[in-house]
Structures are given as C-alpha cells and as structure tokens.
C-alpha cells in the first residue's frame, strides 16, 4: 500500500478586507504523520555513535516500510518563481501561480469566458453563460468589446493587439514586475500570463478577434483579465487593460477606460489597497 506524505504549499492570497487574509509562512513537517516523524528526528546529537544509530534506525524504519508494499515519500516545497525572461529584475521569491483557471479559452459559442461577478479582479467583455445572470453581476466586471476600424480587417487587428503586448513594459504602473509571456497564438486567439513582482501571482489574459463582416470593415475584439489568486487585485487588472488599450493606434481603435465612473463597485472595494 502507498503511503505519501505531503507538505503543503502555503499560499497568501492577495490583500482582502474582511476575508481571512494571511501572510506567508514557511511551511511546516507534521509531527502527526509517522514517517515525517522519523524523517525529521533530531539526530545532531554530540555523541557519533548515537548520531549514527538514530541514522540507522531511520533508514531500518523506512526499509521495513518498502518492503511491506511500497513506500513512495514525496516532500513538496513551494515551487520557487522564475518570473518570466522579460522580468523586472531578478526574483527570489517562492511563486504564487495559483491554479491554472478552468475559465480559460473559447466557448463553443466562440465568446471568451465570463467572470465571477462576486469578486472584483476580472474584467470580460463577455457574460458568464446562461441567459440568467444576474445583471446586476456582470455589469460589475463587463467592459465593451475593442472595436477595430481601420483597414486590414481582423487580421490587421490582430497584429496591432500582438504589437501592444510585445511593448508592454513589466513594471509600468508598479505591476506585472515579474514580466509576461505569450502562452498561446493562433490567426485569431492570443492567450498570455503576466506574474506580478512581489508575490508570483499569475494573472491570465485573453483576446479574441472576431471576423469582420465585410472586406475591410470593422472588427470587434473580445478582451478577458483575469487574477488567480485572492479576492480583490489592487487594481492591477484595470491598470494592465487601459496601458494596452491606450497603447492601440488611436485614429483606428475604439476603446474605453476603466474608471471609477464606468466601474464604481471594483473602485470602491480595491480603492483601500490600490498599488
């Protein structure tokens, strides 16, 4: 039988009033668990001998427990972050990623996914599906859809969204420190994580482009930011979004910013903790 003892990641969600927040600690070994028990015995004794016998004992307890059927022992430490090449500066913080969310890519509707309405770190263009959402949700996380108007058609707007993001600069605006990477590209979907300096969370960003109806006419351009990890973002997703979008040739695009006007619930909660 397998016995696997693990040690888990401990994780500091992003600064959240009133909503269990922690800080970082360094993770621990249970002394509940046998096997951690005996890997974690004192044995710096000042006698050789008994050093060398609390050794033995160790490795005699271990053996007994392979050959009773099989021991797999797995030890995991916080994996350490290694940013992205685009970073900032070096890191040497333990990563925060997050897990890897399930509301990523495009829907057989061909839309982006929505957002959590509840939590104030996400921005769509697109409703979470189901024709019952509450309005009153996603009106608190829906921005409208980037509208392309210049020649070129689609194709031409997606190369202007690629151009925004490879001149995005890791760091403007005391965000995204830990630089970005391009996870995913195809002629009409870009998918792409940025990690934030301090704490390694990652954040996921997606764009799709919508075929032009006409030769040339104009476009519309599907926009989702999204952060892994904790309840409110300080902000750094309306950062990231309006430095990308102001970054697009302005005589052929039609944005809008995100203010506390157009946004009032997400300012009023991530106000306090802005970056």
């Known amino acids: 039988m397998a016995f696997m003892a693990m040690v888990p990641q401990v994780v500091s969600p992003r600064v959240t009033p ?18 951690l028990r005996a890997l ?3 044995s710096s004794s000042s006698s050789s001998s ?11 307890w271990i053996a007994h427990l392979l050959a009773a059927g099989g021991c797999a022992i797995s030890i995991a430490q916080p994996p350490v972050a290694h940013a992205f090449a685009n970073r900032v ?35 769509s263009t697109e409703k979470l599906d189901g024709p019952d959402e509450d309005i009153e949700l996603y009106s608190s996380y829906l921005i409208p859809r980037w509208v392309y ?24 605006n005391n965000i995204d420190g830990g630089g970005f990477e391009v996870q995913k590209s195809d002629s009409t979907y870009l998918y792409v994580q940025f990690e934030s300096k301090n704490h390694g969370y990652v ?8 075929e032009s109806s006409g030769e040339g006419g104009a476009c519309e351009v599907q926009v989702r930011s999204a952060s892994r990890v904790g309840f409110l973002d300080l902000g750094v997703n309306s950062k990231r979004l309006n430095v990308i979008a102001a970054s697009l040739p302005a005589d052929r695009w039609e944005t ?7 946004h009032g619930n997400y300012f009023a909660l991530n106000g306090p903790y802005l970056v």
């Not at 009133?18 to 096997?35: A, D, E, K, Q, W």
């Not at 031409?156 to 925004?164: G, L, N, V």
């Open 18 to 35: 009133g909503i269990n927040v922690r800080t970082p600690v360094r993770p621990v070994l249970s002394r509940h668990t046998p096997v």
């Open 40 to 42: 974690t015995r004192d």
């Open 50 to 60: 008994s050093s060398s016998s609390a050794l033995a004992s160790r490795r005699t």
């Open 89 to 123: 500066a070096d890191i040497k913080y333990k990563a925060n990623p997050g897990r890897p969310p399930l509301q990523l890519g495009v829907r057989a509707d061909g839309t982006l996914q929505g957002c959590d309405g509840v939590k104030p770190n996400c921005f």
């Open 149 to 172: 108007t210049g020649p070129g058609g689609s194709q031409a707007a997606f190369e202007d969204i690629k151009a925004a993001i490879g001149g995005y600069k890791p760091g403007a």
């Open 203 to 210: 954040d996921d960003m997606e764009f799709k482009v919508v």
């Open 256 to 262: 809008q910013t995100i203010t506390p006007k157009t």
